[in-house]
């Protein structure tokens, strides 16, 4: 299994050698960077770019010697052999014709009622039915003193979690990580995008940098101190001196 993670960035349409028109999405997929190998069942990838400061003290240890990401997602796989620490995800992995899953995160719509988020067709317009052309109706029986679970009611509707199979892969440029697929994908403009196929996964092996800064102390000029030299008076200059100072007393 192959997968990698984008961000979606607008729909197109893209001309056939047939000249048949096909409507695409544009996709900027990778580069996404192995952060953890979690034994031998699941991969995490990062994605996004984020600024270094930004960084709580716990991610900044889980990225020690990464490049900061903005997106960890992960992805169960069969067998990590061969996948290390730092090793990127190549865009090249995906060829034209792959059939692939997208999974995003659906447009919000607010609240909304049941006609709207659920599709129900509406009481009677006809007379003798005032206000509830758009009402839910029943949501019950009297034998039953409770509503049942998972009842359609109005609600919030959107921002959920949308996958969409059998997609296909159009165009792969490698030189700009985008990637066309056929048709739409959830979710808004810059949204997370999960890209998931069939095939072998192809890694850029890279080396982690395990630099620690040190500050370096600042340099000091160096400052002349002008040595005073002490005066030291003659032993019988002295002597007299001291005569003197007694005789005067």
Same mark, same amino acid.
């Given at each position: ?80 052999? $061969?996948?290390?620490? +730092? !090793?990127? @995800? ?5 060829? /034209?014709?792959? %059939?692939?899953?997208? *999974? ?50 109005? $609600?919030?509707?959107? +921002? !959920?979690? @949308? ?5 296909? /892969?159009?165009? %792969?440029?490698?030189? *700009? ?64 001196? /001291? ?7």
């Amino acid at each position: 299994m192959k997968f990698i993670l984008g961000k979606k960035i607008a729909m197109t349409q893209v001309f056939l050698p047939s000249g048949e028109v096909m409507p695409v999405t544009r996709v900027v997929a990778g580069p996404c960077t192995v952060v953890q190998v979690k034994e031998k069942q699941a991969v995490q990838l990062g994605f996004g770019d984020k600024k270094e400061f930004r960084l709580n003290k716990p991610d900044a240890g889980h990225l020690k010697g990464l490049t900061p990401v903005a997106h960890l997602k992960e992805f169960q796989v069969e067998k990590t052999d $061969g996948i290390k620490r +730092g !090793d990127v @995800v190549a865009l090249e992995t995906f060829v /034209v014709g792959d %059939v692939i899953s997208v *999974t995003g995160v659906s447009k919000g719509k607010g609240f909304a009622g049941v006609v709207k988020r659920h599709h129900f067709r509406g009481g009677p317009a006809s007379h003798g039915h005032k206000d509830n052309l758009r009402a839910p109706g029943s949501i019950g029986a009297g034998g039953v003193q409770r509503v049942f679970k998972g009842m359609r009611m109005a $609600g919030r509707m959107g +921002g !959920d979690q @949308v996958t969409i199979h059998n997609l296909e /892969v159009v165009e %792969v440029h490698p030189e *700009t990580n985008e990637i066309y697929i056929k048709g739409a994908v959830p979710g808004g403009r810059n949204g997370l995008l999960e890209i998931v196929g069939e095939g072998e996964l192809l890694m850029k092996k890279t080396e982690i940098k395990n630099e620690i800064k040190q500050e370096q102390a600042p340099e000091v000029a160096p400052v002349e101190v002008p040595v005073e030299t002490p005066v030291v008076a003659p032993i019988e200059e002295a002597a007299a001196e /001291v005569v003197t100072e007694t005789t005067n007393s």
